[in-house]
């Protein structure tokens, strides 16, 4: 392992913190992460509105995500509150599963990923909630951070 | 799909609710959720205390999923509030992996599988914010409920 | 003024309190409480999709109404926390107005007023927020409970 | 309708999405709103003291006016988190109703409006709690911005 | 230290958890908690009125104790979530000192100590924020469980 | 009493406010603060770990700590919403109290002193709720700003 790797959220002593992020610049930053829930076929139908209303179901999810990255901070124990500019929430019906991305932006001075995989997170948790009586088996999956950019560290990309 | 299979969150007309549960048994129920957070060699290294203070890390992580299952209602629209009468949140640091599992307990109208869930996922993403000075790239994956008891549908495990 | 009339929430001194209802039964409760938003005749055409999507608009205002229920002892400093069984939330496009309608159901020690208020309330500035960029006049009025039933008080209607 | 015109927090699609204000300058904005709760002759003699200790009642809705306008963002889905740097709210009892005014003040990218309004909003919702043992029907009425100034739209009185 | 005595909410290994207690009956359980304040001269003036408006400033604390009760859970990490059935906070200023006490009523499974001890700390917490700008050396002192009642363990008094 | 002394957070009425602090100037500002939990021989023990695992026993009080710092303006009225940039909560064990102590920091409009006596208390309060089942006398006590620096007011010490 690398010379100075360490885990940043704890100090010297193991003691957990909120890192000190008064030096660091305010900078527009962005970042996109993505999900999916596995589903049954049966609830792609029902979610596909094939013979009955879908109605409000990926509206709920896609609520409850943007509603969640505002929460980051309540939930995510050492994420310093941030003042988020942009949300946008994407659901999308597939084969076997329901895609999930969500980018969030911020003009701060630390990064929102955590904020975009929370509203994934969460948009996933309310997608299971709604098709669970039909599919008690849906598994959340691959949630990730797929680009970054602003700040110091810059452009990353998956 | 079946007959009458449908999603029993939004009505005939398709608009999203919080179905009435005031019919159902108060009983006491049960529900394990798990989940994994794939990380690099170095972060399994730094988790597992390798020459470094692992500290409050892990520690962090099972407080934030406790605290996040008494949150569900507040982040998943239609969940119904609960009385949980018990939460506990296991993690272990596994070769390339952090391997979390939750059981909630109520004794109360509905299901805690959401509560469990949730727990998973905010330890999760807990997780992930405290290694990702070190790993960008961590995925949260496989988070599903495992088993579930109490209430009309009675035993369920996968 | 009758004899005796008081307000509940202060106490002999006037001091607000929230009172102690440990000694009023669990019953099965219900209340309905109604609103409108009034608009102007280009958001009551946006509303109904004319020439544009609409989209999320009247579905983000009924999650947000179920949210608010639940969250009711948060906002109202005297309410009790309580378990809610049940909540739906009714949007209608009229022609000058959205008509808002909440039905909370609890089975507790208090009615379930509040919530149903809260609820319609926080449909309605979801509404005012969505429509806002087009008519900044828009007004909420006529927010009120219409039905109430369960408890010592009975069946109670407008 | 004129071209173009259209509801801000859809995106072509029709999904709802927090808004992207990144782009928007930091300046000093103002808000005021204002509502009424339409109560009985008997609760107006008992908010105005009259043979009883008024107390804390309006006290109790001015401060729950005040916390409502900081959980803004948590309870209408699509508005931003924001620096809010002042709330007043002012109730006045008056021969049939109670009469509320608040005025919310930042230094950030968005108005405060929704703040202003959620402020009316929660301390009427809390006048209803406290004055409905003693009549049932009160009423919110005629909650709507009546000014607000800064920003691109600058000044802007009912 | 005598056999068996242990931390109740870390398991063998020293994982926090949320205790169990659907075990435990639901029984009506009262608890009281006191503090004080240690203020300055200049602080106990303002606080009794003289010469200027004492005005809203102990009702504040009052309605923030009542509120702080219902948010325990959400700060008190192993904290379960309570029927909470009445709340009373009272505030008196005596010559250096603002004295506090807070009762609490339940009628659940745990008992209501914590809910009370909330309730004091975060009154108190307001005391001191309203008094800061005259005497920035106010200490909160003495915070402690007078009685309790209710549940297995029965009464007790300090 | 000096000339103009009065509580900055009632107007002249007496009614509460958040004071508005648009003109004052985003600056670094830190605050500490301190407190004690006086607990029994016992608990001390077995927070040192003698004899069995201490385990996350004051990790979770940190976290509590650190979160409440967050949470500050939705539990005390008054308080504004701040962009906190740092905060660490430092539990040690004496011989008969836990000792804590909070720095907190942000670059805002106002101090922090609020965030860094939050942090202490509810940490403070998490000791209480751990220890309870052992020493149901545990006090709460001097709960107090040890210094504060930034601003109009300067650098400030007890």
Known sequence: MPDGAR????DESGAARMVDVSEKDVTARVATATG??????????????????????????RVAGIMAAKRTP?????????????VSVDLD???????????????????????ALTAVSVAAL??????????????ITDVRVEAKSGGRSGEWTR
């Not at 049954?40 to 109605?55: D, H, I, N, Q, T």
């Not at 309540?74 to 942009?86: E, M, T």
């Open 36 to 61: 999916r829930v596995l589903v049954s076929a049966e609830v792609v139908a029902l979610l596909r509105g094939e013979g009955v209303p879908k109605g409000d179901a990926l509206g709920v999810a």
């Open 126 to 139: 309310t997608v299971v909630d709604m098709v669970k009586a039909v599919d008690k088996a849906a598994v």
């Open 93 to 115: 019906v597939g084969d076997d599963a329901v895609h999930i991305s969500a980018t969030v932006r911020t003009t701060d001075r630390t990064g929102v990923e955590m904020e």
């Open 74 to 86: 309540d939930l995510v124990p050492l994420c310093h509150p941030l003042a988020i500019s942009g």
């Open 7 to 10: 885990l940043t959220h704890v």
